[in-house]
């Protein structure tokens, strides 16, 4: 069995994966690491998720005993921490499953020199449904081409802390990629006042925070006289979860490098 330790187990993600590794046939829980001040440190993971019968794991802040113990880490943290964990998993030859959104370019460059000793999976969208919107984007951006205006809208719960989501960017990259364009030249993140016309070729995003909304990306082409919109809902994070744990059994036994979850679907998006 492959041994698994969750970090962030205490988080909203943290305690549908460990229900998740509970159920996986391949995987055992082996870890479950919180940040040092967290209430629940000491008490079994059962705690955390109703269960009735202990699990026999204890929530611990010991990153550096579960980066030992495990053969693979999965991370739905900040990105500061989620940097801490790999530099420990990466001493200890565990691979790791990155969930954390948010990393800045010198936070993914610091994941990528970790992803030379072991192998490193990071998504910002683990479900299969939104990987395979990926695809479904990148054929539509290549078809209709830069005369159709592109607009990401995206919605998520009142406690998120990063905007636009990583999946919001993660969808700008693939069409400006499938038009051979970069996103930095492109996107348009807020638009207030005087903002002139729309300049040809802006991929804009819209943020929207509210209530307990799982995850919504809507993608408009508008161009004249007609729309095409490709809309993704989640609306349970179960399947984060899901692809979260076979992104973990997919990558331990990967060589060192990084991942991403179109390897562990066979998709052409990266
Ligand atoms: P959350 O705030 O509910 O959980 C994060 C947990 O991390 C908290 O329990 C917190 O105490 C813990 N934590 C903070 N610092 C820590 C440390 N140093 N060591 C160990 N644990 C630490 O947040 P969430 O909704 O579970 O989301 C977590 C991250 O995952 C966010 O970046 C979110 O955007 C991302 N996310 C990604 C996907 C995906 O499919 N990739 C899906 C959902 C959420």
């Not at 305690?15 to 159920?23: G, K, P």
């Not at 993704?232 to 059994?249: C, D, E, I």
Request: aromatic letters at 4%; a negative charge; proline letters at 3%.
């Amino acid at each position: 069995m492959t041994q698994v330790a969750i970090v962030g187990a205490a988080g909203r993600m943290g305690r549908m994966l460990l229900r998740a590794v509970d159920e996986h046939s391949a995987l055992d829980l082996g870890a479950a690491v919180e940040h040092s001040a967290h209430a629940l440190l000491g008490h079994d993971c059962a705690q955390l998720i109703g269960a009735n019968d202990a699990t026999g794991v204890i929530l611990t802040d010991d990153i550096v005993t579960a980066a030992q113990a495990a053969d693979v880490a999965i991370v739905f943290t900040l990105p500061e921490s989620t940097l801490h964990t790999l530099k420990h998993c990466s001493e200890h030859q565990c691979a790791a499953v990155v969930g954390t959104t948010g990393l800045d370019q010198q936070q993914l460059a610091m994941c990528a020199a970790y992803a030379k000793k072991i192998p490193l999976l990071i998504a910002p969208n683990m479900s299969v449904g939104v990987n395979a919107t990926f695809e479904l984007l990148a054929k539509a951006a290549a078809l209709l081409g830069i005369d159709y205006d592109v607009e990401i809208v995206e919605a998520h719960h009142r406690n998120k802390i990063d905007a636009p989501s990583g999946t919001a960017l993660k969808m700008g990259e693939v069409i400006a990629a499938a038009q051979q364009r970069e996103l930095s030249a492109h996107a348009v993140y807020a638009r207030h006042g005087q903002v002139g016309a729309r300049q040809p070729g802006e991929i804009g995003f819209q943020t929207i925070r509210g209530g307990d909304i799982v995850g919504e990306h809507t993608v408009i082409f508008a161009g004249d006289g007609e729309r095409v919109e490709i809309t993704h809902r989640s609306s349970s994070r179960s399947n984060f979860a899901a692809g979260a744990v076979r992104a973990a059994a997919w990558v331990v036994d990967q060589p060192p490098g990084i991942y991403g979850m179109n390897h562990v679907l066979g998709l052409a998006c990266s």
